[in-house]
Every structure is written in C-alpha cells, then in structure tokens.
Nanobody
C-alpha cells in the first residue's frame, strides 16, 4: 500500500513562512519524481513544484517562483516545500504527489491526503 502523508500546514499571516513535509511509505520511491499541487476552494488542483529523484531537475509554477523551494531527502523518503513570503492567494489545500518520471510531473500516479494552508491578510 502506497502512502504519502503531508504535514506542516497551518494558519499564518501574509509575509510569513511555512515548511510542508511529505513522507512516503509502503513502497520504494527510488527514481520517482515528487511534487506538490494545491487546490483552492472552487478551483482546480494546480501544479506547484516538482523535483526529480536526483534533485537536479526542478520545476515551479510561475506564481511561486522565487518564493517557494522544493527539496527532498531520499534517505528519509521525504520531500519538502519551503514557502516564504506567503500571500493570501496561496491559501489552499496542498497535496504531495509522486510520478515515475520528471516529464510526467503534472500527472501524478500517487497522491497524499492534503494539508490546509491558510494565509490571512
């Protein structure tokens, strides 16, 4: 059974920072690209960031470039999303995801249950 478990969400004020974590278990994710998506109320789930297994390939949505940083620790099967200079429009449920290749980063095979991030103005 594949499990992706997110943590680190919360309620913060605009300008603050949060660090999301996603722990993978149940199978090895060797070689897998890991990513983050988000879904605001009434909107579609959008791509936020992705990182290849090696860490050499990284991609961000334009809306978070320069503010968010994705990283991973393969020894811990964990991926992180450091979110700085948060804005109210970053408010959403954030989902961790996994996919076999970087080219498939926007269509993941596995999803976490999501963690709520709320940014107040």
């Amino acid at each position: 059974q594949v499990q992706l478990v997110e943590s680190g969400g919360g309620l913060v004020q605009a300008g603050a920072s949060l660090r999301l974590s996603c722990a993978a278990s149940g199978r090895t994710f060797t070689g897998y690209t890991m990513g983050w998506f988000r879904q605001a109320p009434g909107k579609a789930r959008d791509f936020v960031a992705a990182i290849s297994y090696s860490g050499y390939r990284i991609d961000y949505a334009d809306s978070v470039k320069g503010r968010f940083t994705i990283s991973r620790d393969n020894s811990e099967n964990t991926v992180y999303l450091q979110m700085n200079s948060l804005k109210p429009e970053d408010t959403a449920v954030y989902y961790c995801a996994a996919v076999p290749t970087f080219t498939q980063r926007t269509t993941p095979d596995y999803w976490g249950q999501g963690t709520q991030v709320t940014v107040s103005s």
